[in-house]
């Protein structure tokens, strides 16, 4: 079930990809926004492409549920970085029009989105957390 929405297995699958894929390719095409020097844009535009992209997991759980899970005990870190990550990345782009602080607050936004996607998948943070120990050692 996804929502009040009565989806087949089959069309929560294809909401996903689509909705995954579209906030990919939004994210990526921001970057021209970045080569011609429209750090505003870039930022709004990179910041929708991820939530267009989280919004994707909702066609398989649930968009309620997706809310209500974003804040349990093993998502709560993350989706907290997430969302002060998206908000600084608009604020540094906009008020302080920041390049540098604006692409690192995308990457923070990048990887706390990442960690987030990952408590979705069985042991996926902890072989994460092996496979940065091994780069690190």
Same mark, same amino acid.
């Given at each position: 079930?996804?929502?009040?929405?009565?989806?087949?297995?089959?069309?929560?699958? $294809?909401?996903?990809?689509?909705?995954?894929?579209?906030?990919?390719? =939004?994210?990526?095409?921001?970057?021209?926004?970045?080569?011609?020097?429209?750090?505003?844009?870039?930022?709004?535009? $990179?910041?929708?492409?991820?939530?267009?992209?989280?919004?994707?997991?909702?066609?398989?759980?649930?968009?309620?549920?997706?809310?209500?899970?974003?804040?349990?005990?093993?998502?709560?870190?993350?989706?907290?970085?997430?969302?002060?990550?998206?908000?600084?990345?608009?604020?540094?782009?906009?008020?302080?029009?920041?390049?540098?602080?604006?692409? =690192?607050?995308?990457?923070?936004?990048?990887?706390?989105?990442?960690?987030?996607?990952?408590?979705? =998948?069985?042991?996926?943070?902890?072989?994460?957390?092996?496979?940065?120990?091994?780069?690190?050692?």
């Amino acid at each position: 079930m996804c929502g009040n929405f009565n989806l087949s297995r089959t069309q929560r699958f $294809y909401g996903f990809g689509i909705c995954f894929g579209l906030g990919f390719l =939004i994210s990526i095409l921001s970057s021209i926004l970045l080569t011609l020097g429209s750090i505003t844009g870039f930022a709004i535009l $990179y910041t929708f492409g991820n939530l267009v992209s989280l919004c994707a997991t909702g066609f398989l759980v649930g968009f309620l549920a997706q809310l209500k899970r974003m804040f349990d005990a093993s998502r709560l870190t993350a989706t907290i970085i997430f969302i002060v990550a998206m908000v600084l990345t608009l604020v540094v782009a906009i008020v302080l029009e920041s390049v540098i602080l604006t692409i =690192i607050c995308c990457v923070i936004q990048f990887l706390a989105l990442l960690w987030y996607s990952l408590s979705y =998948i069985p042991f996926a943070r902890d072989m994460a957390k092996k496979i940065c120990g091994g780069l690190l050692a």
